[in-house]
């Protein structure tokens, strides 16, 4: 679908950028999203923070990349999906720890509305980039800029049962075999160049189960033991 | 407007390209890809099932997209058991995609797919840049492309439409030999290798190295090998490569071709076939347009 831009709010390094008339979604599904206005062939995967009035708000980084142009009120994107698999949020148990890095933590506000009791540990590089853990709102927070979040993670974990994790390949997969050490359900989004997201391209193809898969169909959301077994 | 390519009536000249459409996948994602297709071209079949390349596969270009898919597939026996039924009972024409390494195994595998339900054409994929043996290297060379055509063609029923890489030096010689070889057809092109550097690393940014640019930046490209290939032999053109609108299409079809296919542009719009389509019927047909099969 022609989705407009609505409204773009700045929020330190990103921007959030409101797409008129598009669902958001179930938490951890993605939207392939291009800019009309470039000479840029294919959409990017993006998940909906959540909904927003009149659309879906999303978040981007300032400088856009091949979104640039969306950073415009008014200008138009092509929109397909929600597509993939996201959360299963009843997973996660009764206490959930969600973790996330990056603006990748936006991907988790859909589960946090969902999830009342949830408590996030977020880690970002800056005080900038930390303005994005107010994206999630979850009932209890412990951000981490330019600190050690894995270790917050290893104290987290004792009083969990099941974590949802988003945002860069290295944390999410980090994050995934320390949970599974801990023996606790661990799902991760992960992140794969996409062109179509509808299973069309064989593009964004990751190891899961020991062979390659597309993560479009696949994911992005995956069980973390799928993961192991690679 | 209807068109005929090499023996195969279409309702109008729009199909997808090879590798670009998974109509059960999409479906299963609620996008409805092949309503708008003329014919289903698949995905390229290989003997033996294949995983493909390994990750990073993609890499955007100026006006263009580097793949490095490596003709993952489940091989013809998955394919006919499994693909091809499922594709088939959407009711389209299917174009069966065959790619392989060495000529035994081309006449294997459309022996194979003889008398398949469904089928209308097979695509010869001889022009694939993202396997390290057979295939592209057949397609660049005129007395193979002959041989496995002529091969082929002694194997099946089926009308061979053959797909030849944009990067063939005499790519007019390879037309002609692919037609002495009895080719009903030919597919104007595949992608041109290419390559792309992580800024980061400075290394390929590609898990196979190399990888096939489509898109816009290749339409220029493959027009050229058109023009080349219609001055060079009668047989239908099929124009693929960067096609994004009707007016785009319109100049494959003046070019010489007969029918149009559209990958890239897909991807960023699924209806983008239907659209091409529908623009197509709202422009003069060219003076030169080829309905002869």
């Given at each position: 679908m022609r989705a407009s831009v609505l409204s773009v709010e700045p929020l330190g390094p990103f921007s959030l950028v409101t797409l008129g008339g598009v669902d958001s979604g179930a938490a951890g599904r993605f939207h392939m999203v291009r800019a009309c206005d470039s000479d840029s062939v294919i959409g990017r995967p993006l998940s909906a923070i959540g909904p927003a009035e009149g659309g879906a708000r999303f978040v981007l980084a300032s400088s856009g990349g091949g979104l640039a142009p969306l950073l415009r009120v008014g200008a138009q994107a092509e929109v397909q999906g929600p597509f993939g698999r996201g959360f299963d949020l009843a997973a996660a148990g009764r206490r959930p720890l969600l973790v996330g890095g990056g603006f990748g933590v936006a991907l988790l506000a859909g589960a946090a509305r969902e999830l009342p009791g949830a408590t996030l540990l977020a880690g970002f590089r800056d005080a900038g980039q930390a303005l994005a853990a107010g994206l999630v709102p979850a009932a209890s927070s412990e951000v981490i800029v330019d600190g050690d979040l894995l270790g917050a993670l290893g104290?987290?974990?004792?009083?969990?049962?099941?974590?949802?994790?988003?945002?860069?390949?290295?944390?999410?997969?980090?994050?995934?075999?320390?949970?599974?050490?801990?023996?606790?359900?661990?799902?991760?989004?992960?992140?794969?160049?996409?062109?179509?997201?509808?299973?069309?391209?064989?593009?964004?193809?990751?190891?899961?189960?020991?062979?390659?898969?597309?993560?479009?169909?696949?994911?992005?959301?995956?069980?973390?033991?799928?993961?192991?077994?690679? | 407007?209807?068109?005929?390519?090499?023996?195969?009536?279409?309702?109008?000249?729009?199909?997808n390209a090879s590798g670009t459409c998974d109509p059960i996948a999409a479906a299963a994602a609620g996008v409805a890809l092949h309503a708008d297709l003329a014919a289903i071209v698949t995905k390229t079949v290989t003997p033996l099932a294949r995983e493909g390349n390994e990750p990073p596969r993609l890499a955007e270009a100026p006006a263009g997209l580097l793949n490095s898919i490596g003709l993952a597939n489940p091989g013809i026996e998955g394919f006919l058991a499994q693909a091809l039924p499922q594709i088939a009972a959407l009711g389209r024409p299917v174009v069966v995609s065959v790619g392989a390494f060495e000529r035994g195994e081309y006449v294997d595998l459309v022996r194979a797919l003889d008398g398949a339900g469904g089928i209308v054409a097979l695509e010869?994929?001889?022009?694939?840049?993202?396997?390290?043996?057979?295939?592209?290297?057949?397609?660049?060379?005129?007395?193979?492309?002959?041989?496995?055509?002529?091969?082929c063609r002694g194997a099946t029923r089926l009308p061979l439409w053959v797909k030849l890489p944009p990067g063939a030096p005499d790519i007019a010689g390879v037309a002609r030999a692919a037609a002495q070889g009895g080719a009903d057809a030919l597919v104007l092109t595949n992608t041109l290798r290419g390559a792309a550097i992580d800024r980061r690393t400075g290394r390929p940014l590609l898990g196979g190295v190399t990888g096939g640019l489509s898109g816009p930046a290749l339409r220029p490209v493959?027009?050229?090998?058109?023009?080349?290939?219609?001055?060079?032999?009668?047989?239908p053109i099929v124009g693929v490569g960067g096609i994004t609108s009707g007016p785009e299409a319109w100049g494959y079809l003046a070019a010489g071709a007969?029918?149009?296919?559209?990958?890239?542009?897909?991807?960023?719009?699924?209806?983008?076939?239907?659209?091409?389509?529908?623009?197509?019927?709202?422009?003069?047909?060219?003076?030169?347009?080829?309905?002869?099969?």
């Open positions: 104290r987290a974990l004792a009083s969990a049962t099941g974590v949802l994790a988003a945002g860069p390949d290295g944390l999410v997969r980090a994050v995934a075999a320390r949970v599974s050490e801990a023996g606790l359900a661990c799902q991760v989004a992960l992140e794969a160049p996409m062109a179509c997201g509808y299973g069309s391209c064989h593009g964004c193809a990751v190891r899961l189960d020991g062979r390659l898969q597309r993560l479009c169909i696949e994911g992005p959301v995956v069980d973390a033991r799928r993961l192991a077994a690679a | 407007m209807s068109t005929l390519v090499g023996g195969v009536a279409l309702e109008h000249p729009v199909m010869l994929n001889v022009s694939c840049p993202n396997v390290s043996s057979g295939c592209i290297s057949i397609g660049t060379d005129a007395a193979e492309t002959r041989d496995v055509v002529a091969a493959a027009l050229a090998c058109v023009l080349a290939c219609r001055a060079a032999t009668s047989l007969c029918a149009v296919q559209v990958g890239t542009a897909l991807f960023g719009d699924p209806r983008a076939a239907g659209r091409i389509r529908d623009e197509l019927d709202q422009l003069i047909p060219p003076p030169k347009l080829s309905t002869t099969g």
